[in-house]
């Protein structure tokens, strides 16, 4: 089973090639160049490195959000049209699940944390963020199950400051070990260490998302989700700026 996996919701982004869940190849995007001019090509470029084709590709795995509005809709929208072409499934991530599969699997044997914190940098000096806590055999649906097994949402996606977003999860955090993994984390490290307990980390390295995508898709439960293209949803946790851009504008010619 070959997986395609494609993470375009950051500038850089980055692209994935695995085989029955083994990375065969991952790399980062050009961040000199957008979403709209390095794709399809860069990953035609990726799987002729391999002597391989889209056509030899049996399963891609594309990033949902929440992330870059334009880079979102690009990533989506390739990797349906190539998917469509050649009569294949997708299995759609979100990004927030894909941070709490790494920071799970570095637990290992060690005891893990009371929560998991991604913390995505979302620009405006805003994160997005979620929680997710253990996840007790038989306590959650099966679809609200992180990649990183045993891990559920415990407090929904949001979109704020990093000091609002604390203040609203304040009774959840009280007296609770946490480890918060993302590209805001180094941002906000002042912050966390402040707020939350001694026992808590902080990790704003990670491996290249498209290459934990790619693995995770052929896991359960994200093999069981691969559905046809036309399926994807992406995952907005804000409002597009333009969106607001109108609003903003609409408010001023009723004033």
């Known amino acids: ?70 880079g979102l809709r690009v990533g989506i929208a390739t990797v349906q049209g190539l998917a469509l072409a050649h009569g294949r499934p997708v299995v759609g991530i979100p990004v927030l ?59 929904p996606p949001v979109s704020a400051l990093p000091a609002a977003v604390l203040d609203g999860w304040r009774d959840r955090l009280r007296h609770r070990s946490a480890w918060v993994i993302g590209d805001g984390a180094a941002a906000s490290r002042p912050l966390l260490e402040a707020r939350l307990g001694a026992a808590s980390r902080q990790f704003d390295e990670t491996p290249l998302l498209a290459a934990v995508m790619a693995a995770m898709a052929a896991r359960a439960p994200w093999c069981g989700r691969a559905g046809t293209p036309h399926a994807l949803r992406p995952v907005y946790v804000r409002r597009p700026d333009a969106e607001l851009a109108r609003e903003r504008r609409r408010r001023g010619d009723d004033a």
């Open 97 to 155: 699940d894909v941070l709490v599969d790494v920071a799970a699997r570095r637990v290992g044997t060690g005891a893990p944390p009371d929560l998991i914190v991604p913390w995505v940098d979302a620009k405006r000096g805003e994160v997005f963020a979620a929680l997710y806590a253990p996840d007790p055999a038989g306590a959650a649906p099966r679809a609200r199950v992180a990649g990183g097994d045993g891990w559920r949402v415990v407090e």
């Open 1 to 70: 089973m070959l997986t395609l996996a494609v993470d375009t919701t950051t500038n850089r982004g980055s692209f994935a090639l695995a085989r029955n869940g083994r990375v065969i190849e991952a790399v980062s995007g050009d961040p000199g160049l957008t979403h709209g001019e390095r794709l399809p090509d860069a990953l035609h470029a990726l799987l002729a490195r391999r002597r391989m084709a889209t056509a030899d590709v049996d399963r891609y795995a594309v990033a949902l959000g929440p992330g870059s509005f334009t």
